[in-house]
């Protein structure tokens, strides 16, 4: 029997309930799309320049090459989604309407950026953890070379690719379409797809933190340019750590545990300065969708839940193997993968 609230639903109720149940599902399969093909954005250039491995220049065109040929990978779907859509590809990096003030940029870099070192060596230590109990990671390792030019062609390159393509694509055309219905769920799924395409222990944790915080930071200052900024920074921090953990590891395993917890104190109080300064509320230009819609078209796209599927499916069936039946606790099994990833 029909309820009596269901039997005079009008036209415009049922167009809006049709849109509510559709609203972020295109960016979320889209989101799908990109997790699966990810792992094979990698694969050409390396391939291209294996037979030239020990030529320090080759192997530094090598890094810049993978970091933009898997930038440009991520963007070109969103990108053709958006011209389809709206006819036009849009001006994300536009300093028009800014209200962006250096404090932003100081605070938020701080943030951004003393989050992402905290957590990250958060996840190397489970990661060590877990190896140490002798299970099998499927760890994406970037190429270093092995010397000071290759070293600073890795972290320059980290700094200047990786955070343009994220933020262009994800707090530019992900943010910029959701914000339309939802300002929250906009900084969300942003965050939530950017984390989970990359299948990475290391990357998904902070990736999506910092997300959260850079989504904001875009909102709040109408720019992409401030959150580029942040995570360029973090990101070529990251890679001087991964960098100093590969020359000299002793020294990283002394520093870097007191390091972490430093960053993520200025991490946090960098975030809570924000807040008291400039405020956490934003501004909505679009009145968009009810808090009560909002959940209803998250928890209720089918892209939200295929995503997790595929997320759990490659992380406990490609990233993860138990360990051996013949394999100890005290004999880790480390099966690393050498693509060039983004950071």
Known sequence: MRNKKDKF?????????????????????????????????????????????????????????????QGVALYTPFLILVIAKNRSAGR????????????????????VTGLGIAIYYLSTFIILKMTNEGFVINESLPLLGSNPLTYSSFIISATVIPA???????????????????YVFAVIVA??????????????????????????????????????????????AIAGIYVFKTVNSEAYNSVMPVLSVICGIIGILS??????????????QIKGLSKKDSLKAF????????????????????????????????????????KQDLI
Request: hydrophobic residues 50%; proline residues 4%; positive net charge.
């Open 9 to 69: 639903i009008t036209f415009a109720e049922m167009d809006h309930r049709a849109y509510v149940k559709d609203a972020f599902n295109l960016f979320l399969v889209m989101g799908c799309f990109i997790c699966i093909t990810q792992a094979l954005f990698s694969v050409p250039v390396p391939t291209m320049f294996d037979r030239f491995a020990n030529n320090n220049l080759i192997v530094c065109l090598r890094q810049s090459l993978s970091m933009l040929y």
């Open 92 to 111: 994300y990096f536009s300093n028009k309407d800014t209200v962006a003030k250096p404090g932003h940029y100081i605070l938020g870099t701080l943030s």
């Open 164 to 182: 343009f393509f994220t933020e262009i694509t994800f707090r530019g055309i992900v943010m910029t379409e959701i914000k339309k219905d939802s």
């Open 191 to 236: 965050s939530l797809i950017n984390s989970v395409s990359h299948l990475s222990f290391l990357q998904m944790p902070f990736m999506f933190v910092t997300g959260l915080v850079s989504g904001w930071i875009c909102l709040k200052t109408k720019t992409l340019w401030v959150s580029y900024v942040a995570n360029g920074i973090m990101n070529g």
């Open 271 to 284: 975030l809570i300065g924000l807040f008291i300064i400039y405020g956490f509320k934003i501004d909505k």
């Open 299 to 338: 928890f209720g796209a089918f892209g939200l839940w295929i995503l997790i599927f595929i997320t759990v499916f490659e992380v406990f069936f490609l990233y993860i193997k138990k360990p051996r039946k013949e394999e100890t606790p005290n004999s880790p099994a480390v099966v690393e993968v050498f």
